[in-house]
């Protein structure tokens, strides 16, 4: 169990830093949205709880929110299978926008299955908004429509984020360094 190796965590995005982005995101979506009545931002858990909780906050739209947990495939062979949904969606998004708020793109496989799932629903417009990118893993061609930080092939913890479902309480972006 990887969370029993003794590891510290480092501090690479401080809640400071975060929170600056978090605004400066906000407002280019709330611009891109200011003539929309119809905008639904949703999370995807669990890793985007926090990002979404400030980033809501900070829209300035009568947004609604709403939640779907999907579980994710670690293996290309099985990236064209349609999405298992864990907890889906509780509202209808067909005609409506569609703000998907995602904690990290990695390789891509989560988001992408989740964009598929969600444009068979017929939303009027689907955008991604992820905070952070690590576009050195990719495994499939996939952008968020805004992206907080790109970062560097490091594990990241914190903000949401969980290493073995722990840390996910961290108020800032770290990375894990193993002691062992
Ligand atoms: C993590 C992360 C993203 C996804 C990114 O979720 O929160 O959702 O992996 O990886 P990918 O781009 O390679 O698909 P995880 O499956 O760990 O679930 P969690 O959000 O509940 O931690
Ligand atoms: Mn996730
Ligand atoms: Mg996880």
């Not at 209808?92 to 703000?99: K, P, S």
């Not at 799932?117 to 495994?139: T, W, Y």
Request: aromatic letters at 8%.
């Amino acid at each position: 169990r990887p969370a029993e190796r003794p590891y510290v965590i480092e501090q690479m995005i401080s809640a400071k830093a975060i929170a600056a982005r978090v605004e400066g995101l906000a407002r280019e979506i709330t611009a891109h949205y200011h003539d929309s009545d119809r905008l639904i931002v949703v999370g995807l858990l669990r890793g985007s709880f926090m990002f979404i909780a400030d980033l809501v906050r900070e829209i300035d739209l009568p947004v609604e929110v709403d939640f779907l947990e999907a579980s994710s495939y670690g293996n290309a062979a099985q990236s064209s299978k349609e999405v298992r949904i864990l907890k889906d969606l509780r509202g209808e998004i067909a005609g409506r926008d569609v703000l998907v708020v995602e904690d990290i793109v990695d390789s891509g496989f989560t988001i992408s299955h989740v964009k598929r799932l969600l444009l068979s629903r017929n939303p009027r417009r689907l955008e991604v908004c992820a905070l952070l990118d690590k576009p050195s893993r990719r495994e499939v061609d996939i952008r968020a429509t805004w992206t907080g930080f790109e970062i560097p092939d490091e594990f990241v913890v914190g903000y949401g984020l969980d290493f073995a479902q722990r840390n996910r309480n961290l108020p800032y972006i770290g990375k894990v360094r193993f002691l062992d």
